[in-house]
C-alpha cells in the first residue's frame, strides 16, 4: 500500500475551515492509502517559546524542546479528528512511527529531536517508508529566490533544484527563517532522491493536485 507523507504548516491551526478541509482530505486518502502527516508548531509553539523567553529560559535546548511539544499538541489534534484512521498516539521516534503504520491508516507528529525542522522531520519519515515523493502544505505559496516578505523583487519559483536551494541557504542569499526547509532536510532529499512539492495550506486540495503531477506551488528536485 502506498504511504503519503505530507507536512501541514502550524498556521492551518488558526485557520478552521482549511483545517477542515485538510482533515477532510486525509481522511478520503485514508480510505485507499497510508497517510503520515507532521504538524507543525503555529502560533502554539510560538507563544510558548516567548513566554518561556519572559521568564529567562535562553537555553535553545529547552525552548526547541517546547516547540516539540507544542507540535505535539497540533498533532494530536489531527489523530482525535481523524479516527477511527488514526493511529492513537503521537509518535516520538521513527521507529513508533513504523510501528503506528503496521496499525493504522493514518500516523501523526510532530517534531523529533531539538535542533531538527519539521521539514527535516518529514524527509525522516519519507526515507523511511521508501516515499519518493513528498508534500509540504506551507505558509508559503511557492519557494522564492529571497525573502518575499522584504524584497519586492522577489521570483517565484515553479521547480527548484535541491542543490541549488541548498547553496543560496549556505551562502545566506535566503534567510533562515523565511527558507521552507533546512540544510538537513535538502541532504535527505538528495542523498535518497526524494522530490518536494510546496503549495499554500490555504487550499488543501493542493495536496491532491500535487499527488496527481501537478504543481501548484513549487517543485524542488533532488539534483
Do not use: C
Not at 485538510?22 to 478520503?28: K, P, T
Amino acid at each position: 500500500m502506498d504511504t503519503v507523507v505530507v507536512k501541514v504548516t502550524g498556521k492551518i491551526f488558526d485557520d478552521q475551515e482549511a483545517l477542515r478541509r485538510f482533515v477532510d482530505v486525509v481522511r478520503e486518502l485514508a480510505r485507499e492509502r497510508r497517510v503520515v502527516v507532521v504538524a507543525g508548531g503555529g502560533r502554539v509553539a510560538r507563544e510558548a517559546i516567548e513566554k518561556a523567553k519572559s521568564l529567562g529560559v535562553s537555553s535553545n535546548y529547552w525552548l526547541d524542546e517546547i516547540g516539540i511539544e507544542a507540535s505535539r499538541l497540533n498533532a494530536l489534534i489531527l489523530v482525535a479528528s481523524l479516527q477511527p484512521f488514526s493511529y492513537p498516539g503521537v509518535p516520538r521516534t521513527l521507529g513508533e512511527v513504523m510501528h503506528g503504520l503496521a496499525y493504522s491508516r493514518v500516523v501523526v507528529l510532530g517534531g523529533l529531536v531539538p535542533g531538527q525542522s519539521t521539514a527535516a522531520v518529514l524527509l525522516e519519515v519519507a526515507e523511511a517508508v521508501g516515499a519518493r515523493e513528498v508534500y509540504d502544505l506551507s505558509a508559503t505559496d511557492y519557494v522564492y529566490d529571497k525573502d518575499p516578505r522584504t524584497s519586492p523583487d522577489a521570483r517565484p519559483l515553479k521547480v527548484v533544484q535541491a542543490s541549488k536551494l541548498a547553496e543560496w541557504l549556505k551562502a545566506g542569499q535566503v534567510p533562515g527563517d523565511y527558507a521552507l526547509l533546512d540544510l538537513r532536510a535538502l541532504d535527505i532529499a538528495a542523498r535518497s532522491r526524494i522530490t518536494i512539492k510546496i503549495a499554500s495550506y490555504k487550499n488543501p486540495g493542493n495536496l491532491i493536485e500535487m499527488m496527481r503531477g501537478g504543481n501548484p506551488g513549487s517543485t524542488i528536485i533532488p539534483e
